[in-house]
């Protein structure tokens, strides 16, 4: 991760999963390109399986890119939708672990986007008591004479 990212467990998973991912399509191409290899001399399927190889590298390039590289960099966001297209896609070609592996990714970007998210609504202070005041660390009243909360310890100033 770069320095000065937010960064969270659920991130970090996602990150692991996409690359484990990668690994097994890697695996996948250097296989096909061994058939390709022992075919070499039947022309068409020659051919076919070589192909088939070449689009096995591109999509590993597109999923390092678009996946693999913004979960690196903290950017959930940007990667979720890539890795959500290359889950279904990867399930759709044969991929089905490294498909799998996507999806979940995918709801783990979710859960990493909700972890970095300051999701807390602004403090509202409740309407004034007389002779209290409002603690401005936690918002807690204490009484006006007070130097510092009763609840959290803060200092009034």
Not at 70 to 94: C, N, Q, W
């Amino acid at each position: 991760m770069s320095a000065g990212l937010t960064t969270s467990a659920s991130g970090e998973t996602a990150h692991t999963l996409i690359l484990v991912g990668l690994i097994l399509q890697g695996i996948q191409v250097a296989i096909v390109l061994g058939i390709g290899f022992l075919v070499v001399l039947a022309p068409g399927l020659g051919g076919i399986i070589f192909g088939a190889a070449a689009i096995g590298i591109l999509w590993i390039v597109l999923v390092y890119s678009f996946s693999y590289r913004r979960t690196e960099e903290g950017d959930y966001e940007g990667a979720r939708t890539p890795t959500l297209v290359f889950g279904i896609l990867s399930l759709l070609g044969l991929g089905l672990i490294s498909g799998i592996l996507y999806l979940v990714a995918y709801s783990k970007l979710g859960d990493a986007i909700d972890e970095t998210t300051d999701v807390t609504p602004p403090w509202n202070p409740p309407a004034p008591i007389s002779g209290m005041k409002y603690c401005p660390a936690c918002g807690r009243p204490s009484p006006s004479s007070s130097r510092y909360c009763q609840s959290c310890g803060a200092r009034f100033l």
